[in-house]
């Protein structure tokens, strides 16, 4: 049974559990295919990319080949439930290492956390908006009065580029349309092929997953609207781990792309890359935050 198969059944099995829990009850899923006792546990937090089975199985791999190529340190996947899960343990300096959108990026600075890496295919990190195709949705304005549904209020390409892309058409997205905050971008996305919503904002990575695993649901929407691009998602390490281990993590994460194995789990993410970086690359995510702030709502916690 392979390794990835192996951790699909183990996030499934730990959600089945959590459903006839307490709803009280903090999430929490985590990933390490090696038993080994070694010095150092790092836990590598990414933001709800997918749900935790579906990111748990993709990212999977990629913890197990850093743990291939560290004698002494241990690195752990952990999945949250939700965005403002995520936040909270990101915030709380939970996370030695994270993978978070381009919003958290430029909080966490505020936390400790410095960016060392990013996701490559700046080019496709935008929101985009659905429809249903058999609904009567043609311009932004016929969105007025009606309810857009999105994954949560901190989603950079899915719910903040939407909201400023609507209001730059004329929407006011505070007073003009009911926003819904449905948790994730697969109920943002099913919320509009059920009808429950008039629109649904995501962004390409979850659309193209959805579009793959539910051809035939997805035949019936289409991809009404796409905001311009920005900065992909950031590789942070604590501001405590030794620059070292933080170094080598990043020539891993970009060596990815050099060979069959490492671009195999590029594909499965989707992405062609991992790039380096540093803080001073998300400067232009400070920028757009500030005009939506003006726009629509502050943001800054």
């Known amino acids: 049974m392979s390794r990835c198969i192996k951790a699909f059944m183990l996030a499934a099995l730990v959600l089945l559990v959590q459903s006839c829990d307490d709803d009280k009850q903090d999430y929490k899923v985590k990933y390490s295919k090696s038993s080994e006792v070694k010095k150092v546990h790092y836990v590598f937090g990414i933001h709800p990319l997918h749900n935790p089975a579906r990111l ?3 990212y999977g791999p990629i913890i197990d080949y850093l743990n291939e190529n560290f004698d002494d340190i241990q690195f752990t996947l952990e999945a949250s439930r939700n965005y403002d899960e995520f936040d909270r343990k990101l915030y709380s300096r939970s996370f030695e290492f994270a993978l978070p959108n381009p919003y958290q990026t430029v909080n966490a600075l505020r936390h400790g956390y410095h960016v060392f890496g990013k996701m490559g295919d700046d080019w496709d990190f935008m929101g985009i908006i659905l429809t249903r195709r058999d609904s009567n949705i043609r311009s932004v304005m016929d969105l007025k009065g009606k309810k857009i549904s999105y994954p949560a209020k901190t989603a950079l390409a899915a719910t903040m580029m939407p909201q400023y892309f609507l209001y730059m058409h004329g929407l006011d997205v505070t007073r003009d349309v009911e926003n819904l905050y449905v948790g994730s971008q697969e109920s943002s996305i099913m919320n509009v092929y059920l009808g429950n919503v008039a629109a649904a904002a995501t962004w390409p990575i979850p659309w193209n997953a959805f579009v793959k695993d539910q051809p ?3 035949a019936a929407l ?10 992909n998602n950031s590789l942070m390490a604590r501001d405590d781990i030794p620059p070292d281990v933080v170094a080598k993590v990043g020539r891993l994460f970009v060596a990815l792309k050099d060979t069959d194995r490492g671009r195999a789990m590029l594909r499965e993410l989707p992405i062609s890359t991992f790039e380096l970086a540093n803080d001073a690359t998300y400067d232009v995510i400070i920028g757009f935050l500030t005009d939506y702030s003006k726009s629509i709502s502050p943001v800054w916690p």
């Open 216 to 218: 035939e649901k997805a």
């Open 56 to 58: 748990l199985e993709r």
């Open 222 to 231: 289409e991809v009404k609207w796409q905001t311009e691009s920005l900065v």
